[in-house]
């Protein structure tokens, strides 16, 4: 199958439905994502500044959009890792920390928090992601408090409440050093995926893992933003409606007291990783499972059904293939890619978006006896392998930082205003050589007074 027969397919749904789609991701970043600001400009007498040419730039989205960032100085070669460095600051506000417990405490009692830590392939340490982020104006955020498919090896046969105790001192340990430095944290990930998980502890067993989750979560993060997260439930979500499972296990969740403040939603486009022979990637690319997922219109039923439990959602971890290495396949992974952001975007339940793997041929793998796992399989990355920008980093960088991005000249009116309509966040003006700052956010008064 070539690459124009594959857009036909992956294209057909928006194509058929180009109207609606077009018309309802135009009125919904207009509505959602931008708002009206007013900014007068007086003299040291309180006189208006009338007639005056006045510059607004945008310098930040108050949407977030970012990636995870598990390969920050995990190459093996340092021009990599600078480059890695650089250019994650320059495509994204959000990273996504892991803190898989496996990973992190290998060894019981000595956790892998500080940046010198001994290293572990695509688990960098806490430390050394938080303060990259930090110094670089970038939010990170933690994945994941349980997630009970990543325990050490140490907990896998204690008991239930060894498990809870030592789960309860994780917690204490996470909330001592990161409080106030997360832009959230995703309590629970992946409950509906346990039964596909050959190891694991207890706790997966019992049937209040969730409220208890959040409740033990509560308790040591209680001014945070909790999540939880999901594998893939948005296609689900457009056919299923309110009987599906993820809306009925958060909102039972939610009715048993569960105090979860943002619904996490993982968008993995998975084709290919599984397979182990060209035949067995033609057919999964072919697979009606896979062409759905294009499929805007289901995305907007999907997210409207999970919107209707008035909490915020995120797509919290999301792949696209490239179908190949030609320009063509570039393209057409930029092109999906530019609809499925443009209909998050424009949602108003969406606040966030986290892509996964940004490079290709550093994502995940598994190989288990006759199972092989092989995400790299997917060619799911922003960046080809030598981290040289493919199409798709060009067009999600070109989306924020130009298409959904205010950037004005104006000139004042006789009382001394502007007015404009702007994309939310902060903002950078000038007037007669003197810089100031001002910012625009949903559900603000948006009026400045500036002496000039």
């Not at 199958?1 to 397919?9: S, V, Y």
């Not at 208890?212 to 893939?232: G, H, M, Q």
Request: hydrophobic content about 35%; glycine content about 6%; overall charge negative.
């Amino acid at each position: 199958m070539n690459i124009k027969e594959l857009r036909e397919i992956y294209f057909k749904a928006y194509n058929d439905n180009k109207d609606y789609v077009d018309t309802r991701i135009n009125d919904g970043i207009e509505k959602h994502r931008k708002g009206a600001c007013r900014v007068r400009f007086t003299d040291d007498n309180g006189n208006p500044l009338a007639g005056k040419k006045v510059k607004v730039t945008q310098k930040t989205h108050d949407f977030k959009y970012g990636a995870n960032i598990f390969m920050l100085d995990e190459f093996k070669e340092e021009e990599y890792n600078k480059e890695y460095r650089r250019f994650f600051k320059e495509h994204f506000n959000l990273a996504t920390v892991p803190f898989y417990w496996g990973d992190l405490e290998p060894e019981e009692g000595k956790p892998r928090y500080p940046a010198d830590s001994p290293k572990i392939y695509r688990r960098p340490a806490p430390d050394l992601c938080v303060d990259y982020c930090e110094e670089n104006g970038i939010m990170p955020k933690l994945h994941c408090l349980v997630y009970d498919k990543f325990i050490p090896k140490w907990l896998h046969d204690r008991p239930l409440d060894e498990v809870k105790a030592k789960y309860e001192e994780r917690f204490r340990q996470i909330a001592e050093r990161y409080s106030g430095r997360m832009f959230e944290f995703e309590v629970i990930n992946e409950v509906l995926c346990e039964e596909h998980w050959p190891y694991k502890s207890v706790l997966s067993e019992e049937r209040d893992i969730i409220e208890w989750s959040f409740e033990t979560a509560r308790k040591y993060f209680p001014d945070e933003v909790l999540v939880i997260n999901e594998a893939n439930p948005i296609q689900k979500l457009a056919r299923e409606d309110y009987r599906t499972p993820y809306f009925m296990m958060v909102e039972n969740a939610l009715l048993n007291g569960a105090e979860i403040d943002k619904i996490g939603l993982q968008n993995h486009f998975f084709a290919g990783a599984g397979c182990q022979t060209p035949e067995e990637y033609e057919r999964d690319l072919n697979s009606d499972g896979w062409i759905k997922m294009n499929d805007p219109v289901a995305y907007f039923k999907g997210l409207d059904v999970m919107a209707e439990l008035g909490l915020p959602l995120e797509l919290t971890e999301v792949t696209v293939p490239t179908f190949g290495d030609s320009v063509e396949a570039e393209e057409l992974q930029a092109d999906m890619l530019a609809l499925w952001y443009s209909v998050w975007f424009s949602h108003p339940a969406v606040d966030s978006v986290v892509y996964w793997n940004t490079v290709d041929g550093y994502a995940y793998v598994v190989e288990d006896g006759s199972r092989v796992w092989n995400e790299n399989n997917c060619r799911g990355g922003l960046w080809h392998h030598d981290l040289t920008p493919k199409k798709s980093a060009d067009m999600l960088k070109a989306l924020f930082g130009e298409k959904w991005h205010t950037d004005l000249e104006l000139v004042t009116d006789k009382n001394g205003y502007i007015d404009f309509r702007g994309f939310f966040g902060e903002y950078e003006g000038e007037i007669d050589g003197m810089e100031f700052d001002f910012e625009l956010h949903k559900n603000d008064n948006n009026r400045w007074e500036i002496i000039a």
